[in-house]
Nanobody, 118 residues
Framework: VQLQASGGGLVQAGWSLRLSCAAS????????MGWYRQAPGKQRDLVAI???????NYADSVKGRFTISRDYAGNTVSLQMNLLKPEDTAVYYC?????????????WGQGTQVTVSS
């Protein structure tokens, strides 16, 4: 299962960006999708994630500013990022986990750069 992310860019503090990620492959079911981010010199951290039919989980640093949403029919996940701050600057990675042909899988997108200038 492949994940293709899009939507990063360079914005000023206070602006908004929307990231999208689409899953593709053969005979798969996704149970959970989300977003992680990795700033230079730091580990990859969870931003937001949601299980099918579940309540989204957000990192404390983005609560109230970011919203994750799923399109189950299209196997996509989006991240609406509002009131962006310079500390949100990072490479954002789409994440998905589920089953394909009765075998579990986890998959990562290629990463999309988000840069927020002050």
């Amino acid at each position: 299962v492949q994940l293709q992310a899009s939507g990063g860019g360079l914005v000023q503090a206070g602006w908004s960006l929307r990231l999208s990620c689409a899953a593709s492959g053969f005979m798969f079911t996704i149970h959970r999708m989300g977003w992680y981010r990795q700033a230079p010199g730091k580990q990859r951290d969870l931003v937001a994630i949601v299980r099918n039919g579940g309540t989204p989980n957000y990192a404390d640093s983005v609560k109230g500013r970011f919203t994750i949403s799923r399109d189950y029919a299209g196997n996509t996940v989006s991240l609406q990022m509002n009131l962006l701050k310079p500390e949100d600057t990072a490479v954002y990675y789409c994440y998905g986990e589920g089953d394909t042909e009765n075998r579990p899988f986890t998959s990562w997108g290629q990463g999309t750069q988000v840069t927020v200038s002050s």
